[in-house]
């Protein structure tokens, strides 16, 4: 049973445009939704994360929205750049643990 | 600060091999995870931990066993390596003020069963 489903499977993006994915889950004892990023070889690393009394929360390009009712969230990474170019996953944390979505491979050519 | 570091980084086994991955982390985090990631499926959690001494099952923990003897070290094994289980995996920490909030990744050890 996949518990966090995740949007599209993969991106591509002109420099400088808008990368959106989107996440939806089914567990409502989720309690907080981190995305990571991970590049080729190396391990997931955490760019921002929102709980779910927040509606949006925005840390420089990147901006997590969050629709508590519809039990979806989504990023959108504004003026992408080729270094944005890596693997995207959303998650939602429940009981000390995280379930992840499947990821987003994101190309942003230049 | 080393972080999260993950030993080997690469392994080459043989089906009904044996193995350990071994973690270790300097941030002196209570909690402790190991996933496997395969293609178009995301991070999976195998078992994890939530202190020194203690382990519980993840998402996916058939065929994997771990141990938890001292807080830094998170060690994940496989008794007979089957082709199923060639895999990048990854170890992960959190502090205990955030439980599972946010996870300190290692750089992964990519697995291959033969």
């Known amino acids: 049973q996949q518990q966090v489903k995740q949007s599209p499977q993969s991106l591509i993006v002109q420099k400088g445009g808008i990368s959106i994915i989107n996440c939806a889950y089914e567990n409502t004892a989720f309690d907080y939704f981190p995305w990571y990023q991970q590049f080729p070889g190396k391990g997931p690393a955490l760019l921002i994360a929102i709980r779910p009394d927040v509606s949006e929360k925005k840390e420089g390009r990147f901006t997590i929205s969050f629709n508590k009712s519809a039990k979806q969230f989504s990023s959108h990474i504004m003026d992408s750049q080729p270094g944005d170019s890596a693997t995207y996953f959303c998650a939602a944390r429940g009981n000390y643990k995280l379930t992840f979505g499947k990821g987003t491979l994101l190309t942003v050519n230049p | 600060n080393a972080g999260v570091t993950q030993t080997p980084k690469f392994r080459v086994l043989k089906t009904g091999q044996s193995m350990t991955l071994l973690c270790a982390q300097d941030m002196n985090h209570e909690y402790m995870y190991w996933y496997r990631q395969d293609p178009g499926m995301g991070l999976r959690l195998i078992h994890y931990s939530v202190g020194e001494g203690t382990t519980a099952k993840g998402e996916v923990p058939d065929g994997y066993n771990v141990s938890r003897l001292k807080k830094q070290n998170f060690l994940l094994g496989l008794e007979s390596a089957a082709p199923s289980q060639t895999s990048v995996y990854f170890c992960?920490?959190?502090?205990?003020?955030?439980?599972?909030?946010?996870?300190?990744f290692g750089p992964g050890t990519r697995l291959t069963v033969t």
């Open positions: 992960a920490s959190s502090q205990t003020s955030v439980p599972a909030g946010e996870q300190y």
